[in-house]
């Protein structure tokens, strides 16, 4: 007898069906070319880092639409649930990839401080084909799904910080992500008409 699979990871295999695919060689090869891009501009690596964040988050705000429209995923009960419903719907979704997702208690957290959780991406897709330069050792180069997660979730009323913890280019064994809920902002975005 097969194992049962969760919900969410149901939704996520459904809304992965509704998108529009892209190669992903193509995909990771283009971020690559547009991360060396902003590299040879800025000629900085913090800031080439800042503005990957930046490009996210763009992104983020603009994409939730989307998810919203084709996840099916309804309206989430609390952070524990938008952590899993980012993990395991956003992601296949968006990336074709399931995360993991851990709820974590910062450390030195007061006792009513704001919920947290970690992504867990083991098979990034967009590390493929990547070795960073010493000199680029401490590119945040996956910065950019910092920037998704917060700019989509800023639009549906929580503002977060996020953070990458660690990456695969910089030797460890998955890219984490750290989202942390900072506000709720209880009146959601309102079309420009309004």
């Given at each position: 007898?097969?194992?049962?699979?969760?919900?969410?990871?149901?939704?996520?295999?459904?809304?992965?069906?509704?998108?529009?695919?892209?190669?992903?060689?193509?995909?990771?090869?283009?971020?690559?070319?547009v991360?060396?891009?902003?590299?040879?501009?800025?000629?900085?690596?913090?800031?080439?880092?800042i503005?990957?964040?930046?490009?996210?988050?763009?992104?983020?705000?603009?994409?939730?639409?989307?998810?919203?429209?084709?996840?099916?995923?309804?309206?989430?009960t609390?952070?524990?649930?938008?952590?899993?419903?980012?993990?395991?719907?956003?992601?296949?979704?968006?990336?074709?990839?399931?995360?993991?997702?851990?709820?974590?208690?910062?450390?030195?957290?007061?006792?009513?401080?704001?919920?947290?959780?970690?992504?867990i991406?083991?098979?990034?897709?967009?590390?493929?084909?990547?070795?960073?330069?010493?000199?680029?050792?401490?590119?945040?180069?996956?910065?950019?799904?910092?920037?998704?997660v917060?700019?989509?979730?800023?639009?549906?009323?929580?503002?977060?910080?996020?953070?990458?913890?660690?990456?695969?280019?910089w030797?460890?064994?998955?890219?984490?992500?750290?989202?942390?809920?900072k506000e709720?902002?209880?009146?959601?975005?309102?079309?420009?008409?309004?």
């Open positions: 007898m097969a194992a049962q699979r969760p919900p969410y990871q149901r939704l996520g295999d459904v809304a992965f069906s509704k998108v529009e695919k892209v190669n992903a060689e193509l995909f990771t090869l283009t971020y690559g070319a991360v060396v891009q902003l590299l040879k501009d800025s000629e900085d690596v913090e800031q080439t880092s503005q990957l964040e930046k490009m996210g988050y763009n992104i983020g705000v603009r994409i939730i639409d989307e998810f919203l429209a084709k996840a099916n995923a309804g309206t989430c609390d952070f524990k649930e938008t952590g899993e419903v980012i993990a395991k719907v956003a992601f296949r979704m968006f990336l074709g990839v399931t995360v993991d997702c851990r709820h974590v208690v910062e450390p030195n957290a007061p006792a009513d401080a704001m919920p947290a959780f970690h992504l991406i083991v098979d990034n897709p967009l590390v493929d084909f990547v070795e960073l330069p010493e000199h680029c050792s401490t590119l945040a180069y996956c910065n950019l799904l910092c920037g998704v917060r700019g989509a979730l800023e639009m549906v009323g929580m503002r977060v910080e996020t953070k990458l913890l660690k990456d695969t280019l030797g460890d064994e998955h890219t984490e992500i750290s989202v942390s809920l709720l902002v209880h009146e959601q975005y309102r079309d420009d008409d309004e």
